[in-house]
């Protein structure tokens, strides 16, 4: 008996000392975050960022509230559980949201406004905050990845299906079923950005944090800019392990457009990499992974191209009126409104082997997307995790 009692002590033991070292790493990247956050808004405005002096910010048990700001202490509380089980951008989205009580608790008037009043909503606009995010509001992943209704949800049910059939054993059936897919997405979103009707948008994290990224990363990032009316930014995010900044890509848009994006994402960077291995068990002697991978993602983005413009001739058979490239100025000033400042670099890719760049290519041109859009985020989001 005593035997055991001293094998759960020491499995006890061994287990707060590994939540008190996750805890310290997420503490780390909180305060990385905050860091970073604060050279922005100097950016923005450089008058504000003097005031925003270092907290303290602690992982507290709250189940009521996801994140709250004590002017008095000078402490931002972070709950537990959504530090410890939720997702990297819906944290920094109740932190940002935290900042910007912080900004707002030192300027004048604050006592005599209400806590979510027209100044801490200018604050959060300063921080690219959302106002709502903390008390019983739900989470990011809860917004973006839970049940709701509405017409997004109409045509995300059909997408579903589209992409369902595209499974088909049937190279013909497969491939038309996920060009309708395609096109389905296209013509919706098409209409919505024509008609200037006012929507919604959110961002999410949807790769790890990483000191490189990878040409296949990059060209997956621009296929879902080019086609998928999301807007890919390569943001800076703490690597916990190796105590530097490295990058995540993030994407904005509507949550179905961030649903089908994510799932585009994931899909084709898992094909490319089923693929490679498929490759490198016939030619062992190559070793031009990302040169193969790479060219998996461009042919992939190549049949797209070809899409988009069968699309835009059955449309508009006039030169210069294509409505597949059609700009979204709502979204173009959410981004903006996030990242001011913001330029877009150009993207090249290419490989040392040739053979292994032209075998992906002709690969990932054959490329059918298949199965259905996942319910939930397939990259979980958590830059640290158990």
Not at 261 to 273: I, N, W
Not at 294 to 300: C, E, I, L, Q
Request: one cysteine or more; proline letters at 5%.
């Amino acid at each position: 008996m005593t035997e055991t009692n001293d094998q759960e002590e020491l499995l006890n033991k061994r287990t707060g000392q590994i939540n008190q070292a996750l805890e310290r790493a997420i503490l780390e990247k909180l305060y990385q975050e905050w860091r970073i956050s604060v050279l922005n808004l100097g950016r923005r405005n450089p008058s504000f960022a003097p005031r925003m002096e270092r907290p303290r910010i602690i992982i507290s048990d709250m189940e009521q509230t996801l994140g709250l700001w004590d002017p008095l202490l000078r402490e931002i509380r972070m709950a537990r559980h959504l530090v410890r089980d939720g997702r990297w951008d819906s944290v920094v989205e109740v932190l940002h949201h935290e900042m910007a009580h912080q900004l707002a608790s030192t300027l004048p008037g604050y006592p005599n406004e209400t806590a979510h009043g027209p100044l801490f909503v200018e604050c959060c606009r300063m921080f690219g905050a959302n106002p709502r995010a903390s008390g019983g509001y739900r989470t990011l992943e809860q917004r973006i990845w839970g049940v709701e209704g509405g017409e997004d949800d109409r045509i995300m049910i059909k997408v579903k299906k589209l992409m369902a059939l595209a499974a088909s054993k049937n190279p013909h059936e497969a491939a038309l079923a996920a060009a309708k897919a395609g096109e389905l997405i296209a013509r919706y979103n098409i209409d919505a950005i024509r008609s200037n009707e006012q929507r919604d948008f959110e961002s999410i994290i949807i790769t790890d944090a990483v000191l490189k990224r990878t040409q296949p990363e990059i060209i997956g990032a621009t296929i879902l800019d080019h086609h998928y009316f999301v807007q890919p930014v390569w943001i800076p995010v703490y690597v916990p392990g190796k105590e530097k900044m490295g990058t995540a890509l993030e994407i904005s848009g509507t949550p179905s457009n961030l649903k089908i994006a994510d799932y585009v994402f994931a899909f084709v960077l898992g094909y490319a990499q089923k693929s490679w291995l498929d490759y490198k068990a016939k030619n062992p002697s190559c070793r031009s992974r990302s040169g193969y991978m790479t060219g998996v993602v461009h042919g992939f983005s190549q049949t797209l191209d070809r899409r988009r413009e069968a699309l835009t001739r059955q449309e508009s058979p006039l030169p210069g009126n294509a409505p597949a490239v059609v700009k979204d100025l709502q979204l173009d000033a959410y981004v903006g409104g996030r990242y001011p400042g913001l330029r877009t670099v150009g993207v090249s890719h290419g490989s040392r082997s040739r053979d292994a760049y032209s075998s992906g290519l002709s690969k990932g041109r054959d490329l059918v997307l298949s199965k259905a859009v996942t319910t939930k985020g397939v990259n979980s989001g958590r830059c640290i995790g158990p």
